[in-house]
């Protein structure tokens, strides 16, 4: 048995972690082919080297996008202190040209102490912003510019894009351009005049791999064993977690996880919700707490309404499945009672309704959202003669009759 008292400084160490972006990616950024390396050659170059530069950060929600920028900034910003102004736009906000180079100006007025005027027109804030480049540029100091949500800054004139990147073709101007997006078409969006002085640098943000996932693993969940925790706890602790590693049904979890969500995000959730079950009696992290994170994360509400199903309601689910295996796409209530009725005299089954009581067991399918009708008449025709068609798959079926409270055991087989 652990201490509670180092079980619990344990949890809020791994909770802590898996809150600061910063220490999660961090492994992910030594190698040298990674974003975060060639991100900080591309910025760092157009520090030293006094040049301009463009580049876009593409790749989907929750893949680390603005995490390795963050990084990457950090690291420049202590590297080069007085060398680097930060100039940070977000679409959501700023995607109408005059808010944003107003947005530009204000920060700019911010960074260097000058006094910013709230009348200013665009085209003043524009001249600001251009001699702010210029003055800039010859003190060797050099503008970053952040655009998140970057496809949203297409929209419209592209005044603001125009003007960024027109500046930026001034030998005596030093900035960085980094838009940031989760289209990876977002330079196909440009105007021929903006994607003209754009210099057309991408870096593409895919999933994980499964080496990334685990190094990333050990990385966050490991405890360190030169800290204020107990030496022999920490040593044990992390012994544990690496046995589990290499456990194969840890690994269908965590690969079963990745097929369902591979973003990096939605598995920092899904480690904080298996880290908050741990038990703190024993002190260490089990199997079964991630075992019960990903069935509470990964919720199928269809296979709940199927918990929920009355015995007659599941032999209507499976009549219609084996409608569907025999090629029938389209098919009634009708048809639907005729292999209701053929599954009754070839297994001699008590569950017998009338037409009447399967209608409204048919209807209640219906409602539940399990079946649809397959044509767009509206109300015109009876229900019990309109097409239908399942909008559950046979797998899910064939799990949730397994996990049904009280289904016969032979309609299990049917559907499987």
Do not use: W
Not at 230 to 255: C, G, T, W
Not at 352 to 370: I, K
């Amino acid at each position: 048995m652990v201490s509670d008292n180092a079980a619990e400084k344990a949890l809020n160490l791994i909770r802590s972690r898996l809150c600061n972006p910063n220490f999660i990616f961090r492994p992910l950024c030594n190698s040298p082919d990674s974003n975060y390396s060639k991100l900080k050659f591309i910025v760092s170059s157009s520090v030293t080297e006094a040049c301009n530069n463009s580049v876009l950060l593409l790749g989907p929600r929750g893949s680390g996008k603005v995490a390795v920028l963050d990084l990457v900034l950090e690291d420049l910003l202590l590297e080069y202190p007085d060398m680097i102004t930060l100039i940070r736009l977000n679409g959501l906000l700023h995607s109408d040209d005059n808010s944003a180079v107003k947005e530009i100006a204000r920060q700019l007025c911010v960074e260097h102490q000058l006094l910013f005027s709230k009348m200013a027109s665009f085209d003043d804030n524009s001249e600001f912003m251009i001699a702010m480049l210029r003055e800039c540029g010859l003190a060797h100091k050099t503008i970053v510019f952040v655009l998140d949500e970057f496809d949203l800054f297409t929209q419209g004139k592209q005044r603001l894009l125009y003007a960024l990147l027109d500046a930026m073709q001034s030998v005596t101007s030093q900035a960085v351009v980094i838009g940031v997006s989760c289209r990876l078409d977002a330079d196909q969006l440009l105007e021929k005049r903006v994607k003209s002085r754009f210099s057309h640098r991408k870096l593409l943000f895919l999933p994980p791999s499964e080496e990334d996932i685990y190094r990333l693993l050990d990385h966050v969940l490991s405890l360190p064993v030169d800290s204020s925790l107990p030496h022999d706890y920490a040593i044990e602790f992390n012994a544990k977690l690496h046995s589990m590693f290499s456990d194969e049904r840890f690994r269908q979890v965590i690969n079963s996880y990745m097929n369902f969500s591979p973003a990096v995000r939605h598995l920092v959730k899904f480690l904080f919700r298996a880290a908050s079950d741990m038990d703190l009696k024993l002190g260490y992290l089990s199997f079964e707490n991630f075992k019960s994170a990903i069935s509470s994360l990964q919720r199928q509400p269809k296979m709940e309404c199927l918990r929920d199903c009355s015995i007659l309601e599941l032999y209507i689910l499976v009549c219609m499945k084996r409608l569907e295996v025999k090629e029938q796409n389209s098919y009634s209530f009708s048809a639907v009672m005729k292999e209701y009725k053929s599954i009754h005299d070839s297994f001699q089954t008590s569950d017998y309704y009338s037409q009447d009581v399967c209608l409204r067991a048919f209807e209640h399918v219906l409602q539940r959202g399990l079946v649809c009708f397959a044509d767009g008449r509206g109300r015109i025709q009876s229900t019990e003669f309109r097409p239908v068609k399942l909008l559950i798959s046979f797998a899910e079926i064939s799990q949730g009759l397994k996990a049904h409270h009280s289904c016969p055991a032979f309609l299990q087989k049917l559907a499987s």
